[in-house]
């Protein structure tokens, strides 16, 4: 049985306020459709965590820098509404966009320091205003108890839990571990529009980061790793490769070893489409 539909906040805040009545707890799952295996695995998290779930779909033109990726991002709502059925998600909220920027909204929220001005933060100007406005809304309007985000995304989830902290908004945001293919190519939305010829070509990235992973924890220093990754993913059928890099986990201060918690994050384009991964990379071996 598909779960209700919601596009109107008063309807939203009056089925939520019915749970806190009944002293239930809610969990969020807050996505931009095109559902994968990825988002039903955050589905289940809610599920096992919360005593109601909402997943919310809402295509938010203020994260994208690029009007071309918006008008193509994929809107599969019927579809997504299908997939859901058997997690047994409570309602799905789909909010009109009157509901999220009604007319005249002015309001913009920015989060700053390290871990905007780095990787994503260049390469997609004003995308994590986009996301940390949508998603202080989304808190809001919800009140839910428990937000669950992919680690695909992980430099979103690291604005999002600071964004959540500076505005006090009474929420825990959960990072849950990011979904693969069979190839090892993280799942994304995106992945929808690569052929899958390109699909193939793409599974290289993940095989790419692991090896230098592998090498960076074993001593071996990170520039001529970078550089050995590249070429690799250019002789793959990359094109470009916007960033290849070894940071630290908590700050996203760049590494040349992983001498404390890191990660490396990639960001490389496939047949005209962006793909992004992330994987946590082990202590230096001592």
């Known amino acids: 049985m598909t779960a209700p539909i919601l596009r109107r906040l008063c309807d939203l805040r009056a089925k939520t306020a019915e749970w806190r009545r009944k002293g239930e707890t ?53 579809e997504d509404a299908e997939k859901l059925a058997p997690y047994g998600v409570d309602l799905i909220y789909v909010p009109d966009p009157d509901q999220i920027y009604p007319d005249g909204y002015a309001t913009n ?21 986009g996301v940390a ?35 006090d908004i009474p929420i825990e945001v959960i990072g849950c571990e990011t979904v693969r293919e069979s190839s090892g190519l993280a799942m994304s939305s995106r992945n929808l529009r690569l052929s899958e010829e390109a699909l193939t070509k793409a599974a290289a990235l993940n095989a790419a980061m692991r090896e230098a992973a592998a090498k960076a924890s074993a001593g071996e220093s990170w520039a001529p790793l970078e550089a050995a990754a590249r070429q690799t993913l250019a002789e793959a059928g990359f094109g470009d490769v916007e960033y290849f890099d070894l940071r630290c986990s908590e700050t996203l201060e760049a590494l040349d070893t992983p001498s404390r918690p890191a990660r490396l994050l990639a960001a490389a384009w496939m047949d005209g489409i962006r793909l992004i991964d992330n994987i946590a990379v082990s202590k230096l071996n001592s």
Do not use: W
Not at 112 to 119: D, N
């Open 109 to 129: 929220v920015s989060v700053g320091g390290s871990i905007t001005a780095v990787m994503e933060g260049p390469f997609r100007p004003g995308h994590f205003d």
């Open 26 to 78: 809610i969990g969020l799952v807050p996505t931009m459709g095109a559902l994968h295996a990825g988002h039903m695995s955050l589905v289940e998290a809610a599920k096992a965590a919360c005593d109601r779930v909402i997943v919310t779909i809402f295509v938010n033109p203020r994260q994208f820098n690029n009007p071309e990726d918006l008008a193509n991002y994929p809107r599969t709502e019927n």
């Open 133 to 167: 406005t949508v998603v202080a809304k989304l808190f809001l309007q919800t009140s839910a108890d428990k937000a669950f985000f992919g680690q695909k995304d992980y430099q979103q989830l690291m604005v999002v839990t600071r964004m959540a902290r500076d505005l």
